[in-house]
């Protein structure tokens, strides 16, 4: 017991006697590389050169290299350590206390007196009524009568400003609210079915009022673009045993289907081309 104790007295003046660590800022953060100088090139070292060396070489950036394992010299001279980065503003104002003391006025500029423009039509004018044409003669005219728009004229030929009514509201318009209820109850598909319902009775409406005209008569030349020449077929040869055999495959569901089909095969021989007038249509 009386070793623990011991123990524990030391490890508590350990922890009394432990100062406390304080930094500068300079540990933090350490001060900025400056760019190299001759007296910084040791042997063996990247921009280690022969012949003449000076320090405005390891200030050019296109010649200065990067060291093994260290980046890259800026090659730009720093200013000293009272030196303050910044935008320094000169300000007269002394704060709160200067502000509530006196209020500094902003003093309107005096403004220089507007040139009024020259009205050319009045001295073309007077100079034409005066029988002066040429060039120089008009030049004589005008600096001797030098005639001006009043500020009058001038605010009466300037457009002024629309009026507007006072409780005009400026912006844009927002979007209508979502018909929520008219999307779930379909409205928009009952209308859809009523105007086609519309559509259809006006479209019968104007079938009925349309004019029936006369009887059409059909004259030779139509008569002959409507007939379809018959076609003769041969009966196709079988061999005399298989005469009395029937199809083992029937693709027709009935016969009077299957008849139907070959007549109307019969009737397109006419205008179909191949060996058994199976392939394309010769004309439309």
């Known amino acids: 017991m009386p070793e623990a104790r011991n123990s524990c007295q030391d490890l508590t003046r350990w922890k009394k006697k432990k100062p406390p660590v304080r930094r ?7 001060p900025p590389r400056r760019p190299l100088t001759v007296a910084d090139i040791r042997p063996g070292m990247e921009n280690e050169r022969l012949g003449v060396v000076r ?28 030196f303050n980065y910044g935008l320094y503003i000169r300000g007269l104002d002394g704060g709160v206390p200067e502000a509530i003391g006196h209020w500094n006025v902003f003093k309107q500029q005096p403004t220089c007196p507007h040139e009024l423009t020259r009205n050319y039509i ?22 001797l009568n030098d005639i001006r728009i009043s500020d009058q004229d001038d605010r009466r030929l300037k457009k002024e400003p629309p009026s507007l ?23 928009y598909q009952q209308l859809w079915v009523q105007e086609q ?11 009925k009022q349309k004019v029936i005209l006369g009887k059409l008569y059909e004259t030779r030349s139509s ?30 569901p009935t016969e009077a289907d299957r008849q139907r089909a070959f007549k109307a ?4 021989c006419a205008v179909r081309q191949g060996t058994l007038r199976m392939g394309n249509y010769t004309h439309p």
């Open 24 to 30: 500068t800022v300079s540990q933090i953060c350490p």
């Open 55 to 82: 320090d405005s070489m390891f200030q050019n950036p296109l010649i200065v290299k990067a060291e093994l394992g260290k980046p890259r010299e800026r090659s730009c001279s720093l200013p000293g350590i009272n």
């Open 122 to 143: 009045a001295m073309n004018r007077g100079a034409v009524k005066a029988g002066l044409v040429t060039a120089r003669e008009n030049l004589h005219y005008r600096q």
């Open 165 to 187: 009514p006072p409780n005009m509201t400026f912006g844009i318009r927002a979007r209508p609210s979502t018909p929520f209820f008219d999307l779930l109850q379909h409205r």
């Open 197 to 207: 319902k519309a559509t259809q009775k006006a479209i019968k409406l104007e079938k």
């Open 223 to 252: 008569q002959l673009r409507k007939y379809k020449p018959p076609v003769g077929l041969d009966a196709l040869w079988h061999m005399p045993h298989f005469q009395k055999v029937g199809p083992h495959l029937a693709t027709f």
């Open 265 to 268: 095969h019969r009737e397109e």
